[in-house]
């Protein structure tokens, strides 16, 4: 039996990181995910690569910005030669295994995974991708709209909520089946939920635990149109907001069952986690989310921008290696893969020059660190490609298209204050947009996003002409295989999928 640990990461959904300063707000009602912070390295200031799921993503499994990923929107290949931390845990020894989304694009739907317990629940085709040629041009069918917010209650169940629903019933049942021994390998089991991504309907149960909550309403009321920032106007035309009212109510109702759902989310990481205490396995536990979600401040909901609502995330480490405790050096998604070789003892020496993160280990051990944070975004709502550096406490924005932003987070938590133009702060300005032009070469950065566009939406046209062979992971189970079977002995079935075995007091 190897020596390297288990590791069981959750990933969540459009989870605000702004809520989860030191571990959760001492308001939301979270107790399992409030345990796991306590004794969690606890980074208050992680950013996902990319606001948006399926290149966050593709970021976080292979510690490699968009750029190099080429996932840039959710309709754009995961290449299967990049490989992720599912690849390098896998050949290090590990069982590899996913429960839920990971947005992958294209018709490699494993990257490393040696076995997947659902499908995804978002389509694997190009038929997402956005069209640089086509600037301001709304695609109905699958672009965000102001419905999510007008639309926000109370129900039952919903196609969210039968998704996780299936992801904690897979993840759960995973766990109890790795503590019968098996796979003889360490393992690393992935459990990846879409809550508490939109739409904003939650389960009665959860609604009512926010009926007083004081943070229905946001902290940055909605900014006029006409005062918006270029990238942000460009968002609210994405999200088609003209076409709808927004009420205070609307607010009020999307942000309780936002609210509602990361405590739904809470109860079905208990689930696993329950399993996995009352089997008696250790195990590292990574707690993380793709991006996160607006919530109505500045008037602007999901993500696609880089304020604090939309790329900053809860990302938090409970491993031996690393003590518990806040850090507030600004860290990234990015650094995922590079923390989970270390913490299993895995050489990423052969791909280390082509990987855009670092290994958190030793800054969670008191370590210095101040290379900035980058982000790129290039996805609906965009007309050309956007990169962000957060470095020590500012954050600066650019794209070829719009005047630069640059915010004091410290003094600006709310980024109010755009101070790229302020000659007091020019040097700063000055610093960060030469950091910028020695990390991208933007015009080259369009050009491949526009190439990307155009040859997906020739394929994806052709694709759907005559016999169509869709992408989407098909989860594979033997019947024959499963409980009892006549060419099975039954004593030996019982015995071998009861854990503990033998007569327990």
């Known amino acids: 039996m190897s020596s390297r640990p288990n590791i069981l990461i959750f990933m969540v959904d459009q989870l605000n990181g702004t809520l989860f300063p030191d571990g959760p707000a001492d308001w939301l009602h979270v107790p399992n995910i409030r345990r796991l912070a306590e004794r969690s390295t606890r980074f208050a200031n992680s950013y996902t690569a990319s606001p948006l799921c399926a290149p966050g993503r593709a970021s976080f499994m292979s510690g490699q910005l968009p750029r190099r990923t080429r996932v840039y929107d959710n309709a754009a290949e995961f290449a299967s030669d990049i490989p992720t931390y599912a690849h390098h845990l896998r050949r290090a020894g590990y069982h590899t295994c996913l429960s839920g989304k990971m947005h992958f694009v294209g018709p490699d739907q494993l990257h490393g995974f040696e076995e997947r317990l659902t499908t995804d629940i978002y389509p694997a085709d190009f038929g997402w991708t956005p069209d640089y040629r086509k600037p301001g041009e709304r695609i109905e069918w699958w672009y965000h709209n102001m419905g999510s917010v007008t639309g926000a209650g109370v129900a039952e169940i919903t196609n969210q909520m039968e998704y996780d629903d299936e992801v904690a019933y897979h993840a759960t049942r995973k766990v109890y089946d790795l503590s019968r021994g098996h796979v003889g390998r ?14 904003y309907v939650a389960r009665r149960k959860y609604w009512d635990l926010y009926a007083d909550c004081k943070h229905l309403l946001p902290d940055v009321p909605a900014i006029p149109y006409d005062r918006q920032d270029q990238h942000s106007k460009r968002i609210f035309d994405a999200n088609d907001w003209r076409s709808f009212d927004i009420t205070d109510e609307d607010i009020r109702r999307s942000r309780c069952a936002y609210f509602a759902n990361i405590s739904y989310l809470d109860d079905k ?14 195990a590292i536990i990574l707690f993380v989310s793709d991006h996160g979600d607006m919530l109505g401040e500045r008037g602007l909901w999901f993500k696609m921008n880089f304020f604090e609502g939309s790329s900053r995330v809860p990302l938090m480490v409970a491993a031996p ?29 052969e791909i ?67 101070l790229a133009s302020d000659p007091a702060h020019s040097g700063t300005a000055r610093v960060l947009a030469e950091k910028v032009r020695q990390r991208w070469d933007m015009p080259a950065f369009d050009a491949e996003v526009r190439a990307s566009q155009a040859r997906r939406w020739v394929v994806y046209e052709a694709l759907r002409n005559g016999n169509y062979y869709p992408w989407d992971y098909q989860p594979l189970q033997k019947a024959s295989e499963r409980y009892m079977r006549n060419h099975m002995d039954l004593n030996v079935v019982e015995e071998n999928a009861r854990f503990p075995r033998g007569v327990q007091e």
């Open 186 to 199: 360490p393992w690393c089991l992935t459990v990846s939920f879409t809550h508490p991504h939109d739409p």
């Open 352 to 418: 280390m020059p082509w990987t855009d993160g670092q290994s958190l280990v030793p800054l969670a051990n008191g370590a210095e660190r101040d290379s900035p944070v980058a982000m790129e975004y290039a996805a609906e709502a965009s007309n050309a490609p956007l990169v962000a550096l957060r470095y020590g406490k500012w954050k600066y924005v650019h794209c070829e298209l719009d005047p630069p932003m640059l915010f004091d987070l410290e003094s600006d938590p709310n980024e109010l204050t755009n």
């Open 321 to 349: 290696a690393m003590p518990s405790g806040r850090i507030d050096t600004p860290v990234s998604t990015l650094d995922v893969l590079p923390t989970l070789a270390d913490l299993a003892g895995v050489d990423m020496a």
């Open 269 to 282: 990481i208990g689930e696993v986690m329950e399993a996995l205490e009352s089997t008696g396995q250790q």
